[in-house]
């Protein structure tokens, strides 16, 4: 088996490019234009950047396989590509202060990668190929290793194409080696949409049809299809996007919440751990129990609304990170946010739903702490029918709240695209390895996201956390709502070149992402 080596990753050319964006460029001349220097992802800066994290736990070594495999969704068997045998992959589990060191052997037909969502890590072990790796190939192996310094509810999949659409991804726990929550017991309930496997379906036939667009309808200009009009998404049976298998098609299908479309594909199954609603998981508890839930979105396309039939639920955590305590009934988790909450567990059997907002179908788990009849794959609590919390509602905890600071600098970057051409971007550019939005260490950065379409993102920007506006939480992922301007700040304290994009599978590999460069 080949092994790729930190030393390797990256080809020239890869780490410095021609010219900047915006700022970089805007007042040069041809003539006088100086070439932008940017850190590279295995430079020293980031070699320095590490050290100073102090690892001070051990070394958590870990094996991990990607191979086409056989999963059980509880009773429908299909074939699809995963991290060992079971849908989520297994847990990885480590103390803030240790080193991971995880192997990743490819055994796929397609080039594959790891990325670790949420963390604030080396940049050359964040798993983007062609920015911070060369793509593992198959039959060869990566070793990622880095220190892991903040405790959180965090998750790994590839950076690949759309194969975070398969069954490539896990939880990544991070405890805290001075937690200062108290429970009984820990749940960690993997939300997912799922079609990979199904009558021939495949993530990549998928992208296939939408990348055709709706040539039919030509009428939505790129910056202004603010609405109106009816997504129709397919799935085809094939990457090569033959007719021959179902196409799955999401006509009309908006959410109030979300300000519009609720998404582009009509996926045939929605999950909680890998299972569906027909034979859903089962958590034990005693009542009286206090239960810690870590919520995580691993979907390609989905957003969902969660609610814990009969209970209330107490957010402490958002992406990682501690907020000041709020009770309710639902939450809303784009595709790549994380929330933890905590539960007093009653007595009885109850339902854990999951909605797939705007697409009006569940997936289910249940919290078992006593006897009775488990309720049937449909049921919907009345606490899923209230207005479910989202990040702006939260405050970030006083110990992890972002000092008040003027900005250094405001990137800008307007979603754009449209379902009629499927010509999805950034500021009306598709994604190029060689482009960067230039920013140095030290800086208060502001990133000023502004919606021009119909329909709702999920940003997520890597290595970094950010906060919201007046005392907001600290996240790595935001949604940024239709017509709709969304400003946060992060501090450049990770050199690197790192990805900003939007979290749904689809818009993303058509163009939807964009990259930051630390500037030399």
């Known amino acids: 088996m080949r092994t790729t080596t930190r030393r390797a990753v990256l080809g020239a050319g890869l780490a410095t490019v021609a010219g900047g964006l915006l700022t970089a460029c805007s007042d040069a001349s041809p003539k006088a234009a100086p070439t932008p220097s940017y850190v590279e992802p295995d430079g020293k800066e980031v070699a320095a950047a590490e050290t100073r994290r102090r690892a001070t736990g051990p070394v958590r070594e870990v094996r991990l396989t990607a191979a086409r495999t056989e999963l059980d969704l509880g009773g429908r068997k299909v074939t699809s590509w995963a991290y060992g045998d079971a849908l989520p992959g297994k847990e990885v589990r480590v103390t803030a202060g240790d080193t991971l060191a995880l192997r990743l052997a490819n055994h796929l037909p397609q080039a594959t990668s790891l990325h670790w969502h949420g963390l604030a890590l080396r940049n050359d072990m964040d798993g983007v190929p062609g920015v911070t790796q060369r793509p593992i190939a198959p039959g060869a192996a990566f070793d990622y290793r880095f220190a892991v310094t903040h405790p959180g509810t965090y998750w790994f999949h590839p950076h690949s194409g759309v194969q975070q659409d398969r069954g490539l991804y896990a939880p990544l726990i991070v405890e805290d080696p001075k937690e200062p929550l108290k429970y009984d017991k820990e749940w960690v309930v993997v939300l997912d949409d799922w079609v990979d496997g199904v009558?021939?379906?495949?993530?990549?036939?998928?992208?296939?049809?939408?990348?055709?667009?709706?040539?039919?309808?030509?009428?939505?200009?790129?910056?202004?299809?603010?609405?109106?009009?009816?997504?129709?998404?397919?799935?085809?049976?094939?990457?090569?996007?033959?007719?021959?298998?179902?196409?799955?098609?999401?006509?009309?299908?908006?959410?109030?919440?979300?300000?519009?479309?609720?998404?582009?594909?009509?996926?045939?199954?929605?999950?909680?751990?890998?299972?569906?609603?027909?034979?859903?998981?089962?958590?034990?508890?005693?009542?009286?129990?206090?239960?810690?839930?870590?919520?995580?979105?691993?979907?390609?396309?989905?957003?969902?609304?969660?609610?814990?039939?009969?209970?209330?639920?107490?957010?402490?955590?958002?992406?990682?990170?501690?907020?000041?305590?709020?009770?309710?009934?639902?939450?809303?988790?784009?595709?790549?946010?994380?929330?933890?909450?905590?539960?007093?567990?009653?007595?009885?059997?109850?339902?854990?739903?999951?909605?797939?907002?705007?697409?009006?179908?569940?997936?289910?788990?249940?919290?078992?702490?006593?006897?009775?009849?488990?309720?049937?794959?449909?049921?919907?609590?009345?606490?899923?029918?209230?207005?479910?919390?989202?990040?702006?509602?939260?405050?970030?905890?006083?110990?992890?709240?972002?000092?008040?600071?003027?900005?250094?600098r405001t990137l800008t970057f307007e979603l754009t695209g449209s379902m009629a051409k499927y010509d999805w971007a950034i500021n009306g550019r598709r994604y190029s390895s060689s482009e960067r939005y230039p920013v140095k260490a030290g800086e208060r950065v502001r990133l000023a996201f502004v919606n021009r379409t119909g329909m709702w993102h999920p940003m997520h920007l890597h290595g970094h956390t950010f906060a919201l506006p007046g005392g907001g939480p600290r996240k790595d992922t935001v949604i940024v709502l239709p017509g709709k301007r969304v400003e946060v700040d992060f501090d450049a304290d990770n050199p690197g070149v790192w990805m900003l994009h939007c979290h749904n599978v689809y818009h993303g590999e058509s163009g939807m992402m964009t990259l930051l460069g630390y500037r030399r």
Do not use: W
């Open 199 to 408: 009558e021939g379906s495949t993530p990549d036939g998928v992208m296939a049809e939408l990348a055709k667009g709706m040539s039919h309808d030509t009428s939505h200009d790129m910056s202004h299809d603010m609405g109106g009009m009816h997504h129709m998404s397919m799935a085809s049976a094939s990457p090569s996007a033959s007719s021959e298998g179902p196409s799955r098609m999401l006509m009309g299908a908006t959410s109030p919440v979300l300000g519009g479309d609720a998404g582009d594909v009509a996926y045939p199954y929605y999950l909680v751990n890998g299972r569906t609603p027909d034979a859903p998981e089962t958590f034990t508890a005693r009542p009286g129990d206090r239960i810690r839930i870590r919520f995580v979105n691993a979907g390609g396309d989905t957003a969902f609304r969660v609610a814990l039939g009969g209970h209330r639920m107490t957010v402490t955590h958002t992406d990682g990170f501690p907020v000041r305590p709020v009770e309710t009934d639902a939450l809303l988790l784009g595709m790549g946010e994380r929330y933890d909450v905590l539960v007093t567990a009653g007595d009885g059997v109850f339902p854990l739903t999951a909605l797939a907002e705007g697409k009006r179908r569940t997936a289910l788990a249940l919290l078992r702490t006593g006897g009775g009849a488990a309720p049937g794959a449909d049921v919907r609590p009345e606490e899923l029918g209230r207005t479910p919390l989202t990040a702006d509602r939260l405050r970030a905890d006083d110990a992890v709240a972002l000092p008040y600071r003027r900005p250094d």
